[in-house]
């Protein structure tokens, strides 16, 4: 299985901060990578796929990055309702695995 | 829009089979483009793809699952399952059923999740 680790597992910011999550995989993927967001007591949703391509509903504060295979998701100006968990997912193999999580905490 | 939804018993005996199904609403499963999945989340953990179908009935499963697996579908309900054979306290998860889209992937629809508990 390709192993997804992200980091940190926690972060505290403030609002306004620019705030950066990483995801390493353990072997080469492309860039067949998503990122997604998830509050407390819902469903995921979906940020950022192939990398770097963000989804039409999602703000322009989010992006992604790649080099080799770390993958970077920013947050330009943390806003309030970005509090909240973000994953990775690798869809270059089978089987698909997430990253561990991260949890973004108010400062 | 499409919508999801999860159903079954919240509560699931150990050494039984847990039986989940994902109701579709706001688009066809068997217009093509798209997979079927299950993923679960154990409590306070993070995400674990189960696997997911096709409208042909072809299936993916993720290997490392410690208890065996079904997805199945049913086209004309518009309904696809997960069952969960022989359960034990570490199935214990919320079960998600979602819809992976061919054209952008991701996981782009997603049901609101269901808790679904193992204990005698």
């Known amino acids: 299985d390709i192993q997804m680790t992200q980091s940190p597992s926690s972060l505290s910011a403030s609002v306004g901060d620019r705030v950066t999550i990483t995801c390493r995989a353990s072997?080469?993927?492309?860039?067949?990578l998503g990122w997604y967001q998830q509050k407390a007591g819902k469903a995921p949703k979906r940020l950022i796929y192939?990398?770097?391509s963000l989804h039409s509903e999602v703000p322009s504060r989010f992006s992604g990055s790649a080099s080799g295979t770390e993958f970077t998701l920013s947050i330009s100006s943390l806003q309030p309702e970005d509090f909240a968990t973000y994953y990775c997912?690798?869809?270059?193999?089978?089987?698909?695995?997430f990253g561990g999580g991260t949890k973004v905490e108010i400062k | 829009q499409v919508q999801l939804q999860e159903s079954g018993p919240g509560l699931v005996k150990p050494s039984e089979t847990l039986s989940l199904t994902c109701t579709v609403s706001?688009?066809?499963?068997?217009?093509?483009?798209?997979?079927w999945s299950w993923i679960r989340q154990h409590p306070g953990k993070g995400l674990e793809w189960i696997g997911y179908?096709?409208?042909?009935?072809?299936?993916y499963y993720n290997p490392s699952l410690s208890s065996p697996v079904t997805i199945s579908i049913d086209t004309p309900q518009n309904q696809f399952s997960l069952q969960v054979n022989s359960v034990t306290a570490a199935d214990t998860a919320v079960y998600y059923c979602?819809?992976?889209?061919?054209?952008?992937?991701?996981?782009?629809?997603w049901g609101p999740g269901t808790l679904v508990t193992v204990s005698s």
């Open positions: 192939a990398a770097s």
């Open positions: 179908i096709y409208y042909t009935g072809s299936t």
């Open positions: 979602a819809r992976w889209d061919f054209s952008s992937t991701t996981f782009d629809f």
């Open positions: 706001g688009g066809s499963i068997g217009n093509g483009g798209a997979y």
């Open positions: 072997q080469g993927i492309r860039n067949d």
């Open positions: 997912l690798q869809y270059n193999d089978y089987p698909l695995t």
